[in-house]
């Protein structure tokens, strides 16, 4: 089946920026999301790019879509200690009733 | 907007009992919803669909008479694990699908999740 694959884990100094990627195999995604998970909490959609966009800025986060290679990146710009949190990305199609494959999520860790 | 919320929080229960636990999107309507459990340090892992109206959809390995969903309303969707026992301990996340602003599709919107923990 389709498969979304994430590294696990970074860990960043307060001020610098984060980068955390993301691989889909679905050529078929539409729609490509990212979800932050904060301890104990259910998933916040937090953005979101369609397949047919390079780029997509929204305030400090910025997600690169390079659909050729199926990577999907999010940049989140002078990361906070209030950004630690687990970061799902997922992938979805049109019309396909809703249904996401998600990634294992990567662990953000943000160090003051 | 899009907000989900789920009850209860938490709950702790003895083994054999029976735990119900709400999903309700509180501002839209939603004809279909999604169960999953999350273990410790790991993703969602998809447990069934929940269509108002009409029967479940189960996942492959998912015991449909273990975890009881009714979807009775557009707004409300309940899961209910019969005969709890200390493996069933997890965390419970349901999401309902809701239109995604600025685009001609829906997506998920995640509770806040439910722990439970059986005895």
């Known amino acids: 089946g389709e498969d979304v694959e994430q590294s696990l884990f970074l860990s960043v100094r307060e001020g610098d920026s984060s980068v955390i990627n993301c691989t889909y195999t679905d050529s078929s995604s539409t729609y490509l999301y990212w979800y932050k998970q904060e301890p104990g909490a259910g998933l916040q959609l937090l953005t979101y790019i369609f397949s047919n966009m390079d780029m997509k800025q929204d305030q400090r986060l910025t997600v690169l879509l390079n659909k050729k290679d199926k990577h999907l990146s999010l940049r989140i710009a002078d990361t906070q200690t209030g950004d630690s949190a687990i970061y799902f990305c997922a992938s979805g199609r049109y019309n396909q009733g809703g249904k996401l494959i998600f990634g294992q999520g990567t662990e953000l860790s943000v160090k003051p | 907007g899009a907000v989900v919320s789920q009850h209860p929080s938490w709950v702790i229960c003895k083994s054999g009992t029976s735990v119900k636990i709400e999903c309700r999107s509180l501002?839209?309507?939603?004809?279909?919803m999604f169960w999953y459990r999350q273990f410790p340090k790991q993703s969602l892992m998809l447990m069934a669909t929940s269509n108002e109206g009409s029967k479940a959809t189960y996942e492959q390995g998912v015991e449909k008479d273990k975890f009881l969903i009714n979807h009775a309303s557009l707004t409300l969707s309940t899961l209910t694990v019969t005969s709890a026992h200390p493996e069933d301990s997890s965390f419970y996340i349901c999401?309902?699908?809701?239109?995604?602003?600025?685009?001609?599709?829906?997506?998920?919107?995640f509770g806040p999740g439910t722990r439970l923990t059986v005895l």
């Open positions: 501002d839209f309507q939603a004809t279909t």
């Open positions: 999401s309902a699908i809701g239109p995604l602003a600025g685009a001609s599709t829906d997506t998920q919107y």
